[in-house]
């Protein structure tokens, strides 16, 4: 018996069918027919970047009275079929949110 054979395909993660930014909220439907919601400051908290979390011990950075109560999503960009990067009202923009981390991060409608 091979490698091959003891190796199992990963499960599919959903992937999002659309986006709709509303003030404050982001919407996201799923092609599990899940709709989730966040919101801006949600999401801006939870960013997954090098300079929002430490690499090595995966703390938060960024303290979250840092964060405007009022912060937007100014822009979200595709990043391959696996991700978006989503720029915000205070300039930041080098998050990578997977589908697994919007997901993790939405509340089911």
């Known amino acids: 018996m ?5 190796m ?4 599919r993660l959903p992937a999002p069918v659309s ?7 982001l919407q996201i439907r799923w092609d599990d027919l899940v709709h989730t ?15 929002c979390v430490e690499e090595w011990s995966g703390r938060r950075m960024v303290d979250a009275s840092q964060i405007a109560d009022d ?4 822009a979200i960009e595709p990043v391959g079929n696996y991700a978006v990067t989503v720029t ?3 300039g930041h923009s080098t998050g ?3 589908w697994k981390t919007l ?3 939405g509340k089911v409608l």
Do not use: M, N, Q
Not at 8 to 11: E, F, M
Not at 20 to 25: A, T
């Open 2 to 6: 091979s490698l091959w054979d003891h």
């Open 88 to 90: 915000f009202t205070d």
């Open 71 to 74: 912060i937007g999503v100014v």
């Open 37 to 51: 919601e966040i919101t801006s400051r949600e999401l801006r908290l939870g960013c997954p970047c090098a300079a």
């Open 19 to 25: 986006f709709e930014r509303l003030p404050g909220l």
């Open 96 to 98: 990578i949110y997977s």
């Open 103 to 105: 997901r993790s991060l």
């Open 8 to 11: 199992k395909p990963a499960a």
